[in-house]
């Protein structure tokens, strides 16, 4: 009894010298210096102040890139202020890159401009306004696609941002663009004064140039340049309901630039680590007073997710102290195991297992395991599955996963008989109650035949998804270089098993601040995802999914 007792007080004696040795850890630097380009220096010295006036105990400075930016980068006490731009220029893997804002130029035009039901039905296309930019001048009847030859008079705000983004955004220096620049205020009466204008600003200047007579509107882009505006490109009603179309994906690229931090050291500096977690919350609204424009919020939350859980952006290189830290790690399971034996030893303690309750109704867990992915079928990173005939015709339709995402459809929107498809476009919409997901082409061809079934019976798709619930039957275009593209059946399922990772962190972000009932009917008590776990969801979670999983996922 004395022995047990004594092995007991040791071991915690010893657990406790540990505990403290490990928590201590190698001495974190308390100063940084953030680099940046001239361009972004105010910016820099303007955030660098705000975040020093409330971490009055930190050193942080400021300081110009004069040469290589990966230089900078190579010292853990240096991070950087960088747009889209230099982010593509650097491709080093030790580097970890958070998106900390953005800034987008929008087109405006006059409310009363002649051509209004076109745009509106139409759209622009970023190709064609991109070469008038480019021009300096060109005609409506360009925008268009009609014959129309008046001239669109083209200006832009008086705004270094602005200038920047529609120089790039055309292919040219800023010094080379042969467009009016105009003060805020006469930006403001050459809008209103001429019908046939378009001028470009920041998402910002609208409330300012546009105040209370409503006589500009937002010009909308046919971004998929087809010819019409489609539903999902009808994000020009207001303000703010263009601001969640581009943080969605559906504005042009061009027209935006993003802002990021990137470093190396987020882990082992302490001034690092905490400007990045402040950057990302009380830094926000700073950088709105700056006139870029705040993250949503479940961008925030995946920016302070990377911030305080490096492992999701880069593993870094081991010290001889992780080393450390791993053995007195193993050493302190190994003594807690030995206390909790001895414990249990000393008092006669039995360990005894719960009686589970008994008629427990539990929804079906949504994993890999339950999907139906048949052995003789091809399957595609757009969800669907291909199966070649014996005509030469293949026939497609959609995979288990997406149906048991998304939940029992109650309407299907399809092509019609003779209509071309194009890979990786739009071919079909799986509706269920107003909220749908788009499904793209795993192959290009012509469509022979449609399942007639589904107009009356669209959960087919649910209940039978790869016998009476088919899609279409193409006829390939280009079927020797698209095969290679697709899986068969034992690589799609390891495949999904990545998905599912993706989903479940997904859903984490975006039901990130909902109601406790929103959120117990998405996961079980174990964590686990729960059948049909889009079903009811908001609408704006299905468009956060369809562009995270259907219009850029990779495979």
Request: with cysteine; charged share 25%; hydrophobic share 40%.
């Given at each position: ?29 308390s ?16 955030l ?13 400075n ?10 900078c ?25 958070i998106?900390?804002a ?13 051509f209004?039901?076109?745009i ?8 064609v ?14 925008l ?26 055309a ?15 006469d ?5 209103k ?9 920041c998402?910002?200047?609208i ?22 505006l489609?539903y ?7 303000p ?38 402040w ?8 950088l ?5 424009d ?7 939350a995946?920016?302070?997710?990377k ?18 830290k ?13 206390l ?27 994993d ?15 969800h ?37 498809v ?9 509706i ?37 619930g ?16 697709f ?9 999904l098993k990545?998905?599912?990772?993706r989903?479940?962190?997904f ?28 079903q009811?969801?908001?609408?704006e ?15």
């Amino acid at each position: 009894m004395k022995t047990k007792i004594l092995f007991l007080i040791v071991s915690l004696i010893i657990s406790t010298c540990s505990v403290k040795i490990l928590s201590a850890g190698p001495e974190q630097n308390s100063k940084a210096t953030i680099y940046t380009f001239r361009e972004l220096t105010p910016l820099a010295k303007t955030l660098v102040d705000s975040f020093l006036n409330s971490h009055p105990d930190l050193e942080m400075n400021v300081a110009t890139i004069s040469n290589d930016l990966n230089e900078c980068l190579n010292n853990s006490e240096n991070l950087a202020l960088i747009t889209q731009k230099e982010l593509q220029g650097n491709s080093r893997s030790d580097i970890w890159n958070i998106l900390i804002a953005r800034e987008y130029v929008i087109p405006v035009v006059n409310s009363h401009n002649p051509f209004m039901d076109q745009i509106v039905s139409k759209g622009i296309t970023p190709s064609v306004i991109s070469k008038i930019i480019k021009a300096g001048q060109g005609s409506w009847g360009d925008l268009l696609q009609s014959e129309d030859s008046q001239p669109v008079n083209l200006f832009f705000i008086s705004d270094k941002k602005v200038i920047q983004v529609i120089s790039d955004f055309a292919g040219l220096k800023p010094e080379n663009m042969n467009i009016r620049e105009l003060a805020s205020n006469d930006f403001s009466e050459a809008l209103k004064n001429d019908q046939y204008a378009i001028g470009f600003c920041c998402a910002g200047d609208i409330s300012e140039i546009n105040p209370d007579e409503g006589f500009i509107s937002l010009l909308p882009f046919d971004k998929n340049e087809n010819g019409k505006l489609d539903y999902y490109e009808d994000i020009y009603e207001t303000p703010d309901k263009l601001h969640r179309g581009v943080w969605m994906g559906k504005y042009p690229k061009g027209l935006i630039r993003n802002y990021y931090i990137s470093g190396s050291g987020i882990e082992e500096n302490t001034v690092v680590n905490e400007f990045a977690n402040w950057i990302m919350t009380n830094g926000q609204p700073l950088l709105a007073d700056y006139g870029l424009d705040e993250l949503a919020s479940y961008e925030r939350a995946s920016g302070l997710s990377k911030i305080n859980h490096p492992e999701l952006i880069i593993e870094a290189e081991k010290s001889n102290y992780a080393v450390y830290k791993i053995i007195v790690t193993g050493f302190i399971i190994f003594l807690i195991a030995g206390l909790t034996i001895s414990v249990f030893s000393l008092f006669g303690l039995k360990i005894s297992r719960k009686k589970q309750p008994e008629h427990t109704l539990v929804s079906k867990v949504l994993d890999v395991n339950i999907l139906d992915l048949p052995e003789g079928f091809f399957f595609d990173k757009t969800h669907t599955w291909i199966y070649m005939e014996k005509d030469g015709n293949v026939k497609m339709g959609v995979d288990d996963f997406i149906q048991h995402v998304t939940g029992k459809y109650s309407r299907v929107k399809l092509k019609e008989e003779g209509d071309t498809v194009r890979r990786n476009e739009p071919v079909l919409s799986l509706i269920r109650h107003g909220k749908q997901i788009n499904i793209n082409a795993p192959v290009s061809g012509t469509i022979k035949e449609i399942n007639g079934l589904l107009a009356t019976d669209p959960d087919k798709i649910n209940t039978s998804p790869y016998n009476t619930g088919w899609i279409y039957k193409i006829e390939p275009s280009n079927w020797l270089r698209e095969i290679s593209f697709f899986k068969m059946a034992k690589e799609y399922r390891e495949w999904l098993k990545i998905e599912f990772s993706r989903l479940k962190a997904f859903l984490v972000v975006a039901l990130n601040g909902v109601n406790t009932a929103e959120a117990n009917i998405t996961y079980q008590e174990g964590g686990e995802l729960v059948d049909n776990v889009l079903q009811d969801l908001d609408p704006e979670i299905w468009e956060d999914f369809q562009r995270k999983f259907i219009d850029s996922t990779m495979m």
